[in-house]
């Protein structure tokens, strides 16, 4: 499983920004795919999940409500919608597959290059 993130940028609080991790390979529809964030100094958290074959999601305490994780079949892609981003949302966000779910980054085998949101007060 191949995976590219993109979509990161600069945005002032309250903004919102899509994510976009495009995977690629031949039976990545089979995996669990997830976006984990990590900030300066900190370890890489969960922050959201989606099964590909049933679209089953979960999302970590602090973005519930603001971020939207869903897949495009036509485009193999999974996006990250987030809105109302707050400054604590800066971070190098990763995508990561893995066939099976998890919420440990140390659990998930396939890894997307990291883009910068970067959430302005």
């Known amino acids: 499983v191949q995976l590219q993130a993109s979509g990161g940028g600069l945005v002032q609080a309250g903004g919102s920004l899509r994510l976009s991790c495009a995977a690629s390979?031949?039976?990545?529809?089979?995996?669990?795919m997830g976006w984990f964030r990590q900030a300066p100094g900190k370890e890489r958290e969960f922050v959201a999940a989606?099964?590909?074959?049933?679209?089953?999601?979960d999302y970590a305490d602090s973005v519930k409500g603001r971020f939207t994780i869903f897949r495009d079949n036509a485009k193999n892609t999974v996006a990250l919608q987030m809105n109302s981003l707050k400054p604590e949302d800066t971070a190098v966000y990763f995508c990561?597959?893995?066939?099976?779910?998890?919420?440990?980054?140390?659990?998930?085998?396939?890894w997307g290059q990291g883009t910068q949101v970067t959430v302005s007060s």
């Open positions: 989606i099964r590909w074959t049933s679209g089953s999601t």
């Open positions: 390979g031949r039976t990545f529809r089979r995996y669990v």
């Open positions: 990561a597959a893995d066939r099976v779910w998890a919420y440990s980054a140390y659990d998930y085998d396939y």
